[in-house]
């Protein structure tokens, strides 16, 4: 982190009000591919700058009780992270999307060109997205002790030289092949979220004007765009969108 000085809150400001502006913006047909590399890359620069919005850093920090790691007090850390999952039941997946730095930088890496690994069994990834989960909650308030910090997000964002910063520079390689391995399987804030986005207000669905040609099922790296899928994993990520051949079929709504 380049600038401690900064208050971690302007990370949080900017998550929030972009929060609004990216649902708006898939909600009127406006975005576009060039507008989401621009916050890709905005937001990893944040991650380096001023290490925030990293909500599950901070998720962490709550659960250690941290308030110095936090950056601010519990009760403001609470309300931050409630509010970034309320906003999730409204609007899905878009901090994951977006605004995290640790997602962004995996988004960008996601895009290399390199030979994709097409591992997709949700329930698998999710399963073991939830041990991890309960092994986090277990190290916290068992130990005190951070799983995080194990994969380096924190030393990687600093610039430290590390083992943990080792570890997150092999889940990025990773990431270049196989989809978000972090969010997918690890990230305890994102086990959360996951359920924010599964009962989200908004979503992608299809419309009648669908031909069945399944372009978008073959697209999604993460299993999401069946008919029926509940879209729990689904980083509006828009490659779905992007290659589906009719106009209208594929739409950012409300309801079912
Ligand atoms: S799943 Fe976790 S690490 Fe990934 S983008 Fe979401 S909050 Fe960030
Ligand atoms: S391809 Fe579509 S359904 Fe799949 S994760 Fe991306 S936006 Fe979501």
Redesign the pocket.
């Known amino acids: 982190m380049v600038f401690s000085q900064i208050p971690k809150a302007i990370g949080f400001i900017y998550a929030l009000v972009m929060m609004g502006v990216i649902a708006y913006l898939w909600y009127s047909g406006r975005w576009r591919q060039k507008i989401a590399w621009l916050l890709l890359v905005i937001s990893v620069a944040l991650g380096f700058l001023i290490f925030s919005p990293v909500l599950p850093w901070q998720f962490q920090q709550l659960v250690l009780g941290d308030v110095e790691g936090l950056g601010g007090p519990l009760i403001i850390g609470v309300i931050g992270l409630a509010v970034f999952l309320l906003l999730t039941f409204v609007f899905g997946r878009f901090f994951c999307g977006y605004l995290c730095p640790v997602g962004t930088i995996q988004e960008i890496a996601s895009h290399a060109p390199v030979p994709k690994v097409s591992l997709r069994p949700k329930k698998v990834f999710m399963g073991i997205r939830a041990v991890f989960f309960v092994l986090f909650l277990a190290m916290a308030f068992l130990f005190s002790a951070s799983l995080l910090a194990l994969f380096g997000i924190q030393d990687f964002f600093y610039l430290s030289v590390t083992a943990g910063t080792f570890v997150f520079i092999i889940i990025l390689l990773l990431s270049m092949t196989l989809y978000r391995p972090f969010c997918r399987l690890i990230c305890p804030y994102g086990v959360l979220l996951s359920l924010g986005a599964w009962k989200a207000a908004f979503k ?1 669905h299809r419309t009648s004007a669908c031909i069945e040609c399944k372009k ?1 099922e073959k ?4 299993d ?2 069946k008919r029926e899928d509940g ?1 729990a ?9 992007d290659v589906c051949p009719v106009t209208g079929a594929l739409g950012y709504k409300r309801g079912g």
């Open positions: 992608i978008c697209a999604c790296p993460t999401e765009a879209k994993e689904c980083y509006l990520c828009g490659r779905c969108t």
